[in-house]
């Protein structure tokens, strides 16, 4: 597609439930990359794919978050028993390589933990 | 750790003004720093500087990078409430990360 989509756009939960992010890259980018911004904040990096590489997993804040990358370009972020401060929004960013090229964002998606 | 940090956090100016934001970092091995414009969720890329003294321009918008006191400014010229965003600056080092600055709030009033 022409640019990195996201889904859903807005996602609504109660606390303890699981939640699934989607992110397609730009098609032909090897790197995908996960952030997280909370309100008034920086983003926050989560976790960074680069081909077949194994992934870096280290900005993720606890054993709750995990993502994949299945066939090297679709991704989903998957958040198991979801808590208030979950609440961000989640940022999927692609770039062609990994180190020094440009990060291409998503339009995000707002998760909102009741 | 890598550090980046913006100024001023927000301001107000109205059509037709000038604005000046300021980047300054602290990065091991550093390698690139972009400049994004966010309005509602997602940040468009407008520039990458690598080199210092070097003016990237687009329209109203130019950016110069100063490697040796380790700061970027953005400038607006002329500015329109469409210009009104979240202003975030990025910077790469030796690996793939960029680290984020908490971005400026430009509010442009007509």
């Known amino acids: 597609g022409a640019g990195v989509s996201q889904s859903p756009s807005n996602k609504v939960t109660e606390k303890g439930k699981d939640v699934e992010l989607r992110c397609d890259p730009i098609?032909?980018?090897?790197?995908l990359y996960w952030y997280r911004q909370s309100l008034g904040q920086g983003l926050e990096f989560l976790i960074y794919?680069?081909?077949?590489?194994?992934?870096?997993k280290s900005g993720l804040p606890s054993d709750r978050f995990s993502a994949e990358r299945t066939g090297g370009s679709v991704s989903t972020l998957t958040i198991q028993r979801t808590q208030q401060e979950d609440s961000a929004v989640y940022l999927c960013?692609?770039?062609?390589?990994?180190?020094?090229?440009?990060?291409?964002f998503g339009p995000g998606t707002r998760l909102l933990v009741l | 750790e890598d550090k980046v940090v913006q100024s001023p956090l927000s301001l107000v100016v109205h059509e037709g003004d000038t604005v000046t934001l300021n980047c300054s970092y602290e990065?091991?091995?550093?390698?690139?720093l972009l400049w994004y414009k966010q309005e509602k969720k997602a940040p468009t890329f407008l520039f990458m500087l690598?080199?210092?003294?070097i003016e990237k321009k687009s329209g109203r918008l130019s950016s110069i990078l100063d490697k040796k006191e380790l700061f970027s400014i953005l400038n607006i010229t002329a500015t329109q409430t469409g210009d009104s965003a979240i202003y975030l600056c990025?910077?790469?080092?030796?690996?793939?990360?960029?680290?984020f600055g908490a971005g400026t709030t430009v509010t442009v009033r007509a």
């Open positions: 960013a692609s770039s062609r390589q990994g180190s020094g090229e440009t990060q291409y």
């Open positions: 098609s032909g980018h090897t790197a």
């Open positions: 794919f680069q081909g077949n590489s194994a992934p870096d």
């Open positions: 990065v091991t091995n550093f390698r690139s």
């Open positions: 690598t080199s210092s003294g």
């Open positions: 990025a910077v790469g080092g030796n690996d793939y990360k960029l680290s």
